[in-house]
């Protein structure tokens, strides 16, 4: 399998995940061994405290198709930046290690079901799409940060933020170069960028589970999204990504 060109790539961004680190990647060896085309597991840790390296470098080890990818510096958008551009797939899957959709899932973004895009991205609000579990606080600060996506950046996405996007190899390699915001708002900046180069970026509804032991400080964190919000907007507006 290492040696065939992946048709899908999937990314793990793994930053003090090891509680959660161990049984996503059980999870994913059992989808991965289903599936009939070949597939690679890349395992992206940044800034851990924990034994997260330890873990994922104990894995790869142990199975031929997992690679891990060790950077210094903190970020999850630049934890991505990373695994999509060192991938080898023809699709490039980003996974959140909390699988708080579960990894079947994944077929709903893929040919033979789905094909004519450029990006696939999960989506609770989308038609179809049910959330279990996740607590009202945490419902209402993501719809009020949607809105803000909406009115500064991107008017046609209802969910940004969730952890499960699928790029071809070509949108991949062409959006992630041009990425300035290494944190959490990543996603709200690449979804930008491909929409002001008309890229097709589609909505597929998920059953999304809340999970415990998220990494994002609510009160921290959301201030600093808006702020990258206004950033994003600056640069779409002073041609910063057409450079
Ligand atoms: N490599 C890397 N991964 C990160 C970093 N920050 C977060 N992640 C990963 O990003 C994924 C999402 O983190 P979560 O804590 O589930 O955050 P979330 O899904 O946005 O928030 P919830 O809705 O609370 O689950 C997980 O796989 C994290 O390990 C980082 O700095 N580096
Ligand atoms: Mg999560």
């Not at 290492?2 to 509680?19: K, T, V, W």
């Not at 999870?27 to 085309?37: E, H, P, V």
């Not at 959709?101 to 990006?119: K, N, Q, S, V, Y």
């Not at 949108?171 to 979804?191: H, N, R, S």
Request: proline fraction near 6%; charge should be neutral.
């Amino acid at each position: 399998m290492p040696n065939s060109q992946p048709f899908l790539s999937i990314l793990f961004p793994a930053h003090n995940e090891e509680l959660r680190l161990p049984d996503s990647l059980l999870k994913a060896d059992d989808f991965i061994k289903k599936q009939s085309y070949p597939c690679e597991l890349i395992i992206i840790e940044n800034a851990s405290v924990d034994a997260t390296l330890s873990i994922a470098q104990t894995f790869a080890r142990a199975h031929d198709y997992v690679r891990v990818i060790h950077e210094e510096l903190p970020g999850k958008g630049r934890a991505v930046q990373k695994g999509m551009l060192q991938a080898k797939g023809t699709y490039r899957f980003i996974c959140d290690v909390d699988l708080s959709m579960p990894i079947e899932e994944i077929a709903h973004f893929l040919p033979p079901e789905r094909g004519d895009f450029d990006i696939a991205i999960a989506s609770r609000e989308a038609r179809g799409a049910v959330r279990y579990d996740e607590p009202f606080y945490r419902h209402v600060v993501g719809r009020v940060f949607n809105s803000l996506v909406r009115i500064l950046t991107l008017p046609e996405l209802n969910d940004t933020q969730c952890g499960f996007k699928c790029f071809t190899a070509e949108a991949a390699e062409t959006l992630f170069p041009k990425m300035t915001i290494y944190g959490w708002t990543f996603d709200v900046e690449i979804l930008a960028i491909a929409r002001q180069m008309k890229l097709r970026t589609i909505e597929v509804p998920i059953p999304w589970y809340y999970q415990p032991h998220s990494k994002i400080h609510v009160m921290h964190d959301s201030v600093h999204m808006a702020l990258d919000l206004l950033l994003i907007r600056r640069n779409l507006r002073r041609g910063v990504y057409s450079r």
